[in-house]
């Protein structure tokens, strides 16, 4: 092994029990590749020195066999996490100055569990955007550019794009309608959104409140199931937050699938899909067939209403959540002529154009007249399209999907940002699954004529994490994906 930073936590962690590396060592080569890549702009802020001491710390827990479970283990967090005495902008203008007082609860899980952290992650703006160019500190390249710069996809595009280019061992993400799977399977790396409950909430700055999620993003599916391990529990500071007993994900890994049900659902099907994406679609499919999975065709007869739904309910809830930031209590303030003027001057120069475009759009939805046309549709719909996987989930035990019907695009490509529907389009086949509460993990499965990552999504039942770490983990052996 010439560079630590190749190993998965699940090795680091065997070589740091066995005494073989310490953690100083590894966080230290986690270090220089970080400072090496500056280039990708995946770290908003470093905390490179604070990981150090923590390491120093770690070390000596492993002398004296108190190391806990992630013990030593560097990670990047995507900003969007409140972390104590560290700042948290959510990338954007209006809280590119705030510092927390206090800690959210998943990053104080994995700091209970011995994690050290390098840095902040950059992200899209309140983690609104499907490329990570919507960042007040500007878009992250994806490690697997070639000569144009291309998109790490987004919104955790500073998490995947770190993971890829092995700038941490692993990273904190958050899923609203694909901001874990989609820079996953653009960056060639493995994430999982966990059932809507899993993770507690509280500390993360909010976008829209019923679909938020956090989930790792790591190198593989077994670390995956590390992470989400440290990660995963209830919470009685999140009301949303489940008591449901979180199981041991990291058991499910090698656990054999014979007979296990795989439905390919015929509407994720169009006639334009992408030749590749369905040639890839159908290897997948065919890598679990011959591991003894049975894959039978179903239908989520409601997945065309799915965007057009999401695209009301997350900006409603964006709308209200981002009423908060008026430049009175916290964040950016510009002084305005009175009150109302301050508010203006505030929003005005605090939000980028994604954030104000969504503000508008949800405030519209929720007004007077339009919320029974808009919002309470939505929410009907909402209800048909968890239905549809209701039914699903009676005839299979998992639904395998593509993750994104495109390859990662370049930066400022011109069709997505002339019109915001055709990024929002990318997130076809992510967002039912908040819109449902599902589990869902997208994982590399091959790379394009391009040589650029493509990725597959298994969607499991709500707390059914376990069978898709099962499956998973057979896939990812089948597709024998080479990591950067
Ligand atoms: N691309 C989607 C959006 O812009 C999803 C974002 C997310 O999951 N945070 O809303």
């Not at 994430?191 to 790792?216: E, H, M, W």
Request: aromatic share 8%; glycine share 8%.
């Amino acid at each position: 092994m010439n560079d630590l930073t190749d190993l998965t936590i699940a090795e680091s962690l065997a070589k740091l029990k066995a005494k073989e590396i310490s953690p100083v060592e590894l966080t230290q080569a986690y270090i220089k590749k970080l400072d090496e890549n500056h280039k990708y702009n995946a770290y908003i802020t470093l905390t490179a020195e604070k990981a150090l001491q923590d390491a120093h710390e770690a070390e000596k827990r492993y002398a004296n066999n108190t190391n806990r479970s992630l013990e030593g283990v560097p990670l990047g967090i995507k900003d969007l996490f409140c972390t104590k005495d560290i700042k948290t902008t959510a990338c954007s203008h209006i809280l590119d100055n705030f510092i927390p007082q206090y800690e959210s609860t998943v990053t104080q899980n994995l700091l209970d569990n011995g994690a050290l952290f390098l840095g902040k992650l950059n992200m899209d703006e309140f983690a609104m955007g499907g490329s990570n160019e919507t960042s007040y500190f500007g878009p992250v390249v994806n490690p697997w550019s070639k000569e144009t710069p291309l998109v790490a996809g987004g919104s955790s595009g500073g998490s995947a794009a770190a993971v890829a280019a092995k700038m941490c061992a692993a990273a904190t993400a958050t899923d609203t309608g694909g901001s874990i799977r989609e820079p996953s399977a653009f960056c060639g790396v493995t994430g999982i959104k966990p059932t809507y409950g899993r993770c507690s909430r509280y500390g993360i700055v909010a976008f829209a409140s019923s679909l938020d999620q956090a989930g790792p993003i790591c190198k593989d599916v077994t670390d995956c199931a590390l992470l989400l391990n440290c990660m995963a529990g209830y919470d009685a500071k999140d009301s949303t937050s489940s008591k449901r007993e979180v199981p041991d994900f990291s058991s499910f890994i090698g656990m054999d699938i014979k007979g296990l049900k795989i439905g390919i659902p015929a509407e994720y099907r169009p006639d334009g899909l992408n030749k590749e994406v369905a040639s890839y679609w159908d290897k997948a499919a065919k890598i679990l067939e011959d591991c003894g999975a049975e894959i039978i065709h179903i239908n989520l007869p409601h997945t065309k209403y799915a965007l057009p739904t999401y695209y009301v309910i997350a900006p409603a809830e964006a709308s209200s959540n981002l009423a908060r930031y008026d430049g009175v209590r916290y964040g950016l303030r510009v002084d305005g002529n009175g009150l109302d003027e301050q508010y203006i001057n505030t929003r005005t120069a605090g939000f980028g154009a994604e954030v104000k475009r969504r503000i508008l759009i949800g405030t519209y939805v929720l007004s007077a007249g339009y919320y029974d046309a808009y919002y309470l549709k939505a929410q009907k719909v909402r209800r048909l399209i968890k239905n549809d996987f209701d039914e699903a989930f009676k005839k299979c035990d998992l639904i395998l999907t593509p993750t994104s019907p495109v390859e990662p695009f370049a930066i400022g490509d011109t069709k997505m940002l002339e019109n915001p529907i055709n990024m929002y389009l990318n997130d076809v086949f992510t967002v039912s699954v908040n819109l449902a509460g599902l589990p869902a993990m997208s994982l590399p499965i091959g790379l394009s004529q391009h040589g650029l990552p493509l990725g597959m999504q298994l969607i499991g039942r709500a707390f059914d994490e376990g069978t898709i770490f099962k499956a998973a983990y057979h896939l990812e052996r089948g597709a024998n994906f080479v990591r950067m």
